[in-house]
């Protein structure tokens, strides 16, 4: 999250994506609270049903 940090602090305006390794509902959402706008993942269902994501991409 020190990456988000830095690109929050210097992206105004512009939103934040998170992508790469958000793999479960609570790094997502805190994500989120950290101010991301959006979120990129390939474990999107895994997060949705409240699972922990299994393996790779």
């Known amino acids: 999250p020190?990456?988000?940090k830095i690109m929050l602090?210097?992206?105004d305006p512009l939103p934040v994506k998170a992508a790469g390794g958000v793999r479960n509902y609570d790094e997502a959402v805190n994500?989120?609270?950290m101010g991301?706008?959006?979120i990129g993942t390939s474990s999107?269902?895994?997060i949705a049903e409240g699972e922990e994501a299994q393996g790779g991409y």
């Open 9 to 11: 602090q210097h992206a």
């Open 36 to 38: 991301v706008k959006r």
């Open 44 to 46: 999107a269902r895994a």
């Open 2 to 4: 020190e990456s988000i």
């Open 31 to 33: 994500m989120i609270k």
